[in-house]
């Protein structure tokens, strides 16, 4: 089984710099998706630093096993951010969220740390995947306010783990055997902070994967843009 994948990226309406970075290598398998905070210029660091890092490992460590890999390519770059930041105090302080996924051996691995999400699509279905690391999300677990609130908390982009503000960080990691046609998208909260998982699914089943991704980009400036926007879009294929 292969996979096919494309990504896109996008300013926003109302963002001077693209903080976003997405990473994909049909060859190693590997899907990223980062969205980068702290500092002047610091979220592009830190994004474009945990891309190209767990890019690296991974090439360098094929023979770990993907769970592992994909866990420890995470907290690789999260010590280069790290020691990056205390470098020059012009990006000090700087992290950024990660989602990828890893193909290997049938399965998909999927790794999350921040509140980039992944969504899953198979059969006329759809599914989050991921669970965001912020504070409304362990409001909501906690039984504190609704999904209604949520959308309306003054901390909604709050998050509560990051890959870079300190040495190590604490991964999600997600496991799911490859079925023909599972699609994944993998996104910043610039796309699922305005745009509904029935709407992607929508876009998905309408259009080539590449027009979806752009028809939800225009969709989620439409509705202000008020932070980078991006997508990468992964499907299995026989």
């Not at 970075?21 to 899907?31: A, H, K, N, R, S």
């Not at 951010?81 to 890893?102: C, F, N, P, Q, R």
């Not at 999904?147 to 309306?152: F, G, K, L, Q, R």
């Amino acid at each position: 089984m292969k996979t096919k994948a494309f990504g896109i990226t996008n300013i926003g309406m109302k963002r001077k710099l693209n903080e976003d970075t997405f990473l994909v290598d049909d060859e190693l398998g590997l899907f990223v998706v980062a969205d980068g905070m702290g500092g002047h210029l610091g979220g592009e660091v830190a994004s474009k630093l945990a891309a190209e890092t767990m890019q690296k490992f991974c090439r360098e460590n094929k023979d770990l096993p993907p769970r592992d890999r994909l866990e420890k390519a995470v907290n690789r770059a999260c010590e280069d951010i790290y020691t990056e930041s205390k470098k020059d105090a012009g990006v000090a302080g700087m992290g950024t969220t990660v989602v990828a996924l890893l193909v290997d051996g049938g399965y998909v691995y999927i790794a999350q740390v921040g509140d980039s999400r992944v969504y899953l699509f198979a059969q006329g279905a759809a599914w989050q995947v991921t669970e965001d690391h912020t504070i409304v999300q362990e409001e909501i677990r906690a039984g504190l306010i609704s999904h209604e609130d949520a959308s309306n908390h003054q901390h909604k982009n709050v998050i509560t783990r990051s890959v870079g503000y300190e040495k190590t960080a604490l991964v999600d990691i997600y496991r799911r055997k490859l079925q023909i046609n599972d699609t994944f998208l993998l996104c910043s909260d610039g796309l699922s902070g305005l745009v509904e998982i029935k709407e992607m699914l929508e876009q998905l089943e309408a259009h080539s994967m590449e027009t979806s991704a752009e028809k939800l980009i225009e969709l989620a400036n439409s509705r202000g843009g008020d932070d980078n926007i991006t997508i990468v879009l992964c499907r299995a294929m026989e």
